[in-house]
């Protein structure tokens, strides 16, 4: 059964920064790509951040590109997000998601995704 559990979320300053990790289990990961997305209060499920199964692609949504860096540890069947200069807009419950199929396309669309990790909340404060 796959499971994926992310920590590292808490209230921040804006212009502060946070790293989230994202655990995976019940398969191995290497070749699957791996993503962020978040959702805000009374909003959509967003894309913030993607990497491919070799950690040689990456994709990240306009709002976070500059700020956010994605990483992966296949040996650890790890994901992170480092999260600097966060905005109060930031503000969301982020949730780590994967596909049930292999390649090496990151994907935005919330659908493509298959697993998905209960969320844990990122605050930020102006």
């Known amino acids: 059964q796959v499971q994926l559990v992310e920590s590292g979320g808490g209230l921040v300053q804006a212009g502060g920064s946070l790293r989230l990790s994202c655990a995976a289990s019940?398969?191995?990961?290497?070749?699957?790509?791996l993503a962020w997305f978040r959702q805000a209060p009374g909003k959509e499920r967003e894309f913030v951040a993607g990497?491919?199964?070799?950690?040689?692609?990456?994709n990240y949504a306009d709002s976070v590109k500059g700020r956010f860096t994605i990483s992966r540890d296949n040996a650890k069947n790890t994901m992170n997000l480092q999260m600097n200069s966060l905005k109060p807009e930031d503000t969301a419950v982020y949730y780590c998601?994967?596909?049930?199929?292999?390649?090496?396309?990151?994907?935005?669309?919330?659908?493509?995704?298959?697993?998905w990790g209960q969320g844990t909340q990122v605050t930020v404060s102006s």
């Open positions: 990497i491919s199964w070799g950690g040689t692609n990456t």
């Open positions: 019940g398969r191995t990961f290497s070749r699957y790509v």
């Open positions: 998601a994967t596909k049930s199929s292999r390649g090496a396309v990151v994907t935005t669309t919330r659908n493509d995704y298959d697993y």
